[in-house]
């Protein structure tokens, strides 16, 4: 029994517990229900596991279902977010204990209750149960919030390095605060209108009335909420790199400001999208969307300069060479910042330029091109969100030598084939008539899959590395077990 | 050793992708016994319309049994540039329009009175040949459904035969009949239902040119060589009504220029082919997996 015990005091007491735990939630959830769709389905894999898992799937509630797996998964990397915040940030143990605790419950009740409604018919309390996990979700988003409290003279920075107020407020906290705060006020914008739908049950996906002229309020709230909730979970993740990279200096100094001036700004406009300034609001969101960009962009070349002259420091002239081959020693500290670079290339550059060609792309492209252009260009940015979660992963689990090597630049190299053929897919009709499309398709798919498939078999192997080391007496997780990610930033 | 088969078959991967393909491989051809003439009778009254089954209603009217096929599109084409009422102008047929109202609204275009393309002839997509008098269909499409057609050339052919386009409504109660059904021909969708991606019928390959259309009326219970498929008629007998070619509608709505179609396509997945899901273009576009039907009041 007390083997039991101090197992689960592992995965549910320790914070690197708790992300493995929520690393395999996220890690079964999408290798089971990526067998839905896609290429599975062509190949008849879909059918299979539908019969094999026994699922009951409706044609007409596909949207629901799609709902609530997107809700599942983004509520597991929230948690994994919540947990990295609560083991870097100072905080006091109390709120850590409680907001671990109550977003762990909250999580798990929200994917297996909303899978299991969403999948396996409709047992109503399971959908109470999921919405009592979301609300758990939220509650823990307000402790969080009273917990990085910035403004308590206990949490000023001590080195004056770090971005600071003229009293000795720490800015970069005041921004983890910010983009806890915003992120709280914009569930509601979907909480509101999700309720509102879910009574009359009358879900829809944003990417199917796009092109409407007149949308509800209630519509607006949820194109908003999608775009707003996944917009701060990448800016956390910005936050949280930066931290553990101990990002400091004159341009912490500058970025910081940037970040809670953009994050405040771009809520504001995507709130605004609601109100009777949604002519604007668009105009507003950019405003804000520039400086949270410019200040990621600050963290990378702070990153990549610290990178190369560490790696450097030993020779007196280093060539261009040897600073390349500096900045990319280290797979798992290089490949977050990359990522944030390469996502310009799959996500806001495609977006930058879907708007300059607006009348030649989609004024004359049909709605289900433009439906694949959205989708396709928000799922990269999750998943870009995820490899960077495994670099930081793969760091946490102690990788050396090959490993470290191996591990970082598989996900760095598989995903980005990926993330670059999924961007060409999206962007297919500049290049080739629809007539012609798929051998182009064929080969993308290809390189799609392979990214995507390698990655799972590294995430698998990863998990099962993970699961044995759990049946050892003296294993890593032994160790993990006082861990906090606090002690292991960068010096 | 190893790597350098990886890097081989990825190049072998990456020069299949820049293979060119044949637009106008041999294709079967099959006849289907569906009458492309024939038209059905849709009663007055209500029927459940969209995904959340919202009870709306409708007068009666005929609508046709198959989408319009390329050779009845071909006659039209003769019929209509001896009428004047088409007219060659470059590379494409284009016939008049009223234009809609405009009312600048963000992303509207102005659809204004005049000439506007029906079809493109310098396609290579084009089923439909024109050697400078005469209107011809390419050898094995004859009875497949006219594509590459814009909303302008569709919703001319109706009008030219005193017809119209459908309304949203209208298309979807002749798909779904009375009940709650997703698909014409019930609940759930087989790959002998109806021609979508991937869906293996004898007229697709997906390692070359993809999804083709499928004769009118394919799907309707015969077997084809080894191919058997299940009668998948409407309600009101309607075929593909669900993939193969989505379906122009007539609606225009204020504030936008698009056009809306349904019925999914032969390179959608079966979720489009659902009969409430919507797609929309702006009304110049024209695709080989775009179609028509035309109805009538009665």
Not at chain 1, 292 to 311: D, H, N, P, V, Y
Not at chain 1, 453 to 481: C, P, Q, S, T
Not at chain 2, 184 to 206: K, Q, T, V
Not at chain 2, 232 to 258: F, I, K
Request: glycine residues 8%; charged residues 20%.
């Amino acid at each position: 029994m007390q083997l039991v015990k101090d197992r689960f005091n592992y995965l549910f007491g320790s914070t690197k517990g708790l992300i493995l735990v929520a690393i395999a939630m996220i890690g079964i959830v999408t290798a089971v229900w990526g067998m839905l769709s896609g290429p599975m389905a062509e190949m008849g894999v879909r059918e299979v596991v539908i019969k094999l898992l026994g699922m009951k799937i409706v044609q007409a509630e596909r949207e629901g279902r799609i709902v609530i797996l997107y809700h599942s998964i983004a509520m597991a990397i929230i948690a994994i977010e919540t947990y990295m915040i609560t083991s870097l940030l100072k905080m006091k143990p109390f709120f850590k204990i409680a907001i671990n605790a109550i977003i762990t419950v909250g999580y798990i009740l929200t994917m297996i209750f909303g899978m299991g409604f969403a999948y396996f018919g409709h047992n109503w309390a399971f959908h109470g149960i999921y919405i009592f996990g979301l609300s758990l979700i939220f509650f823990a988003g307000v402790l969080l919030i009273i917990a990085l409290w910035p403004w308590n003279p206990e949490y000023y920075v001590t080195d004056k390095e770090y971005a600071h107020t003229n009293k000795g407020a720490d800015l970069e906290r005041v921004a983890f605060f910010a983009t806890a705060v915003t992120t709280v006020i914009s569930a509601l914008f979907g909480a509101v209108p999700g309720s509102y739908f879910g009574n009359g049950f009358e879900t829809f996906l944003a990417e199917n009335i796009i092109r409407l002229p007149e949308k509800t309020t209630m519509e607006y709230s949820i194109i908003g909420h999608l775009h707003i909730m996944l917009a701060l979970i990448c800016v956390m993740i910005t936050l949280i790199i930066g931290r553990w990279l101990n990002f400091k200096g004159i341009l912490h100094k500058v970025a910081m400001p940037l970040m809670i001036l953009g994050t405040i700004v771009l809520n504001l406009g995507v709130w605004g999208v609601v109100t009777p300034l949604e002519p604007v609001a668009h105009m507003v969101i950019y405003v804000g969307a520039t400086p949270s960009m410019f200040a990621a962009l600050l963290l990378l070349i702070w990153s990549w300069s610290k990178l190369i002259r560490e790696g450097t420091a030993h020779i007196q002239k280093p060539s261009f060479g040897q600073k390349i081959g500096a900045l990319l020693r280290d797979p798992l500290k290089f490949g977050p910042t990359w990522q944030m670079l390469f996502m310009n290339f799959t996500t806001s550059g495609i977006g930058i330029f879907m708007a300059i060609k607006l009348d030649e792309v989609f004024r004359v492209w049909p709605a289900r091109e433009e439906r694949i252009e959205l989708t396709g260009h928000w799922h990269v940015l999750s998943a870009i969100v995820a490899t960077i979660i495994l670099l930081y992963f793969g760091d946490m689990n102690g990788f050396r030598g090959k490993l470290r090597q191996w591990y970082g630049w598989s996900i760095i190299i598989l995903s980005d084939i990926a993330f670059g053929a999924v961007t060409v897919f999206e962007m297919k009709r500049l290049f080739v008539p629809e007539a012609e499309q798929q051998p182009l398709v064929n080969g993308l798919m290809y390189a799609i899959d392979f990214g995507l498939g390698m990655l799972m078999v590294i995430l698998a192997a990863l998990l099962v590395y993970r699961l044995i080391d759990l049946f050892k007496n003296k294993g890593r997780w032994i160790e993990e077990l006082d861990h906090e990610l606090a002690r292991e930033v960068d010096k | 050793m190893k790597r350098l088969f990886l890097d081989f078959s990825l190049l072998v991967a990456l020069l299949a992708s820049c293979a060119p393909v044949d637009l106008n491989a041999a294709i079967p051809t099959f006849e289907t016994g569906v009458d492309s003439n024939a038209w059905a009778q849709i009663p007055a009254g209500e029927f459940y319309f969209g995904q959340h089954e919202d009870i709306e209603t409708t007068e009666a009217y005929e609508i046709m049994i198959t989408d319009v096929t390329a050779a009845q599109y071909a006659d039209f084409l003769n019929a209509a540039l001896a009428d004047n009422y088409v007219k060659t102008d470059g590379g494409q047929i284009v016939g008049f329009y009223p234009g809609d109202k405009f009312h600048a609204v963000k992303h509207e275009e102005e659809i204004k009175a005049g000439d506007w393309i029906y079809i493109p002839l310098n396609d290579s997509s084009q089923k439909i040949k024109f050697d400078g008098t005469t209107f011809t269909v390419q050898k094995g499409f004859k009875n497949h459904p006219m594509t590459m057609v814009s909303w302008f050339g569709a919703q001319g052919y109706c009008e030219y035969f005193n017809s119209r386009l459908p309304t949203e409504m209208e298309w979807e109660k002749a798909g779904r009949g009375t009940d709650e059904r997703p698909f014409p021909w019930g609940a759930e969708i087989m790959r002998e239902n109806a021609n979508f991606y991937s869906s293996r019928d004898p007229f697709e390959d997906m390692s070359t040119f993809g999804s083709r259309t499928s004769p009118v009326g394919f799907y309707n219970g015969q077997k084809y060589g080894d191919f058997q498929t299940e009668d998948s008629a409407s309600p009101y007998g309607l075929y593909d009504m669900a993939g193969n070619v989505w379906q122009w509608t007539g609606d225009v709505y204020e504030g936008m220029h698009y056009r809306f179609m349904r019925g999914g396509s032969k390179d959608t997945y079966d979720m489009d082919l659902r009969l409430w899901v919507r797609n929309n273009a702006t009304p110049t576009y024209f695709s080989p997996g775009v179609g028509f039907r035309c109805v009538r009041d009665k």
